[in-house]
């Protein structure tokens, strides 16, 4: 066989058990399936967070200083990096809310939805 002691791991034909287990792990996360962005939970995160100071519908007022959601994600329609960067790191103002990854992926889907379809 072509098992020796290498350290304290074995190795198998020069390849390291360490780094085969690690690559077998990475290949099992990334096999997994992605937890997808849910419009809805994005648009509660939205009611409970941002409805406060921003307009998120055509039937609601805001504060003059905050910028509207559906004007947000018309400037920012598509700039997936802006919008988590924003959702990450707000800006006085705006309080630092904490989101989690999934909250932030479901509330760019939700934005998403009101941003018109851009024309090719």
């Given amino acids: 066989m072509c098992h020796k002691q290498?350290?304290?791991?074995?190795s198998y034909k020069g390849v390291s058990m360490?780094?085969?287990?690690?690559?077998?792990?990475?290949g099992a996360v990334l096999a997994s399936p992605a937890y997808a962005a849910d419009v809805e939970a994005g648009h509660a995160v939205v009611q409970r967070w941002c409805s406060n100071c921003h307009v998120t519908s055509e039937a609601q007022r805001g504060q003059d200083t905050a910028p509207t959601l559906p004007d947000i994600a018309q400037r920012h329609a598509g700039d997936q990096t802006w919008l988590r960067a924003w959702l990450t790191s707000p800006h006085p103002p705006?309080?630092?809310?904490?989101?989690?990854?999934?909250?932030?992926?479901?509330?760019?889907?939700?934005?998403?939805?009101?941003?018109?379809?851009?024309?090719?």
């Fill in 18 to 26: 360490k780094f085969l287990l690690t690559a077998a792990l990475a």
């Fill in 6 to 10: 290498v350290g304290s791991f074995r």
């Fill in 94 to 120: 705006m309080p630092n809310l904490n989101l989690s990854r999934q909250e932030i992926d479901d509330v760019i889907a939700y934005l998403a939805t009101l941003a018109p379809a851009q024309k090719k």
